[in-house]
């Protein structure tokens, strides 16, 4: 039996080529901006919403076939939905409400197991975000799924609670053995959660892949805005030279490694690979050196997010101390050294 989930399916906006490894995959992030279709397409694999064409496969065995009028209700597929606001039932207790996909039993063993044994008696109106995250979570296990699905887990907690549930929430997932599908729009939730990452855009699945591999190589400029590549410049394949590739950008030559690419392309760079110094000479071995000016300098927490006019608008992501040793103010003369390596070219 092949351990693969496979998804051609259309419904509305929605029209979803996704295939995913399951064996290599324990938790797969399905990521992209809000309105993509990441909900739809949760709903469709659950057995919520009725795609309009196509088929869906688990593990060999088919949940919807259009052509061969196939389509197993959702308590068939055995697939656990966790909704974005958890959906607990508020007349009855946590206890009761994990028991309520199973029985008091199994209820009380998994209460143990999430660390809410202690508030078992209690109504959900009466334990915290992060303990209501858990007990749906739990809820969601106790049935013993064959899939389990999240959507947007995280979102209804508040941001110094989301970061300390992120990485208790993957530990959960890899432990249960249960392949897991995560919605999320949040690059950081992306990475603490997902070994397996499909980005969907405009209701589309644009790329999937391990999750370093999409955000270090996106498949295209549309996959890079998405995930957060802040510096996507079109630009011209113009020659190679030394084993390298030189792109035209503007009226800027960049150096980056040469994958066989021609024509017009977009240079990818991330802004935290956009290193900042004082015009003048330089020691560095990096090829991609471009002189211009600092539009504007925003503080977000330790870091610095620059602003750079260099013929091109270029953005930086450096540590505040960084930005501080520098005296970086708008209209100062800067440089923005590049390595060919952070240099990613997509059509």
């Keep these: 039996m092949a351990a ?31 309105g993509a279709g990441k909900t739809t397409l949760l709903r469709m ?65 998994l209460l143990q197991r999430f660390g809410l044994a202690d508030l078992a008696a209690r109504k959900p109106r009466a334990i915290s975000g992060g303990q209501q995250q858990r007990v749906a979570l739990a809820r969601a296990l106790a049935a ?19 970061l300390r549930t992120r990485h208790e929430l993957r530990r959960i997932l890899l432990a249960s053995g249960i392949p897991s599908i995560v919605v999320t729009h949040d690059r950081a939730e992306a990475i603490a959660l997902g070994d397996w990452m499909a980005v969907m855009v405009e209701g589309r699945i644009r790329q999937a892949g391990p999750v370093q591999e999409v955000f270090r190589r996106p498949a295209d400029a549309l996959v890079a805005q998405s995930v957060g590549v802040e510096n996507v410049l079109p630009a011209v394949t113009a020659f190679r030279e030394g084993g390298l590739l030189v792109l035209q950008v503007s009226d800027h030559r960049l150096y980056c490694m040469d994958a066989g690419e021609e024509g017009p392309v977009f240079a990818c760079v991330r802004a935290e690979d956009v290193v900042l110094t004082r015009p003048g000479p330089q020691s ?28 091109l608008p270029l953005v930086a992501l450096i540590t505040a101390q960084s930005a501080a040793e520098l005296a970086l103010m708008a209209g100062e003369a800067i440089c923005a050294v590049i390595k060919t390596t952070s240099v990613h070219v997509t059509a």
């Design 284 to 311: 560095s071995s990096a090829r991609n050196r471009l002189n211009g000016t600092v539009v504007s300098v925003t503080l977000e927490g330790p870091l610095a997010r620059v602003e750079l006019d260099c013929g």
């Design 45 to 109: 694999l659950a057995g919520l919403e009725r795609p309009d064409s196509g088929h869906i496969l688990f593990r060999g065995e088919t949940w919807f076939h259009s052509g061969r009028a196939i389509l197993l209700p959702p308590q068939q597929r055995r697939a656990g939905f966790l909704f974005q606001e958890y959906a607990l039932f508020p007349h009855l207790t946590v206890l009761e409400n994990v028991a309520y996909a199973a029985d008091r039993a199994r209820g009380g063993e």
């Design 4 to 34: 693969e989930l496979i998804c051609r399916c259309s419904l509305r906006i929605v029209d979803a080529d996704l295939r995913l490894p399951l064996d290599q995959a324990p938790v797969t992030v399905l990521f992209g901006p809000s």
């Design 144 to 162: 013993e799924p064959s899939l389990l699905l999240l959507d947007e887990p995280l979102s209804a907690l508040d941001a110094a609670t989301r």
